[in-house]
């Protein structure tokens, strides 16, 4: 397992072990030890699932106030993601920068999003899945959202004309959320 840091302090991009042959691969997508060697240690207590049918689906920027806060680890089963993490902690230097990656199932990168930081992605392929493991349980009442081209992000998608959720379509920009970090 390779732990890749990026340009923002405490996201990282994870590359399994990856076992191929004739038969096809074996991986192992989460071990509690191999990440706490590298240390990282979340107690992860739910795994959530997404299809996304169509090219072009953005979903996000999401996050959940404190307490409810979670960290996730995301990876792609079928398909392939523009992901994108943003920084939202008010007194980070970071704050207000973001990071994008692609993660596809061909690759078998998975990206780690902490706590303090929206997440959203945007479908490559057609039928893409994901899947990721979060360290806090869904919360709809601490569940926010930043508005996905938010001007004072810059975000470069790779789409012009995403598919979006209705509440994904009236979050607010960055500089109006509501943020407890």
């Known amino acids: 397992m390779n732990m890749i840091e990026t340009k923002i302090c405490g996201v990282y991009i994870i590359e399994p072990a990856v076992f191929e042959d004739n038969r096809g691969f074996f991986m192992e997508s989460y071990s509690s030890r191999k990440f706490q060697e590298f240390g990282i240690d979340f107690p992860f207590v739910q795994d959530n699932h997404s299809l996304s049918v169509e090219t072009g689906v953005i979903r996000g920027l999401h996050y959940q106030l404190n307490p409810k806060a979670q960290t996730k680890l995301v990876r792609v089963v079928a398909g392939a993601i523009y992901d994108v993490v943003v920084d939202i902690r008010k007194s980070s230097p970071t704050f207000g920068k973001w990071v994008g990656v692609i993660l596809s199932a061909e690759n078998k990168r998975q990206l780690l999003v902490p ?67």
Do not use: M
């Open 115 to 181: 706590r303090g930081f929206a997440h959203g992605f945007c479908t490559l392929v057609l039928n893409t899945e994901v899947v990721y493991k979060v360290d806090e349980y869904y919360s709809p009442e601490h569940d926010r959202g930043i508005l996905w081209n938010d001007p004072d992000l810059g975000i470069d998608w790779p789409t012009s004309a995403p598919i979006l959720s209705e509440k994904d379509q009236r979050n607010p920009r960055l500089r109006d959320a509501e943020i407890n970090f």
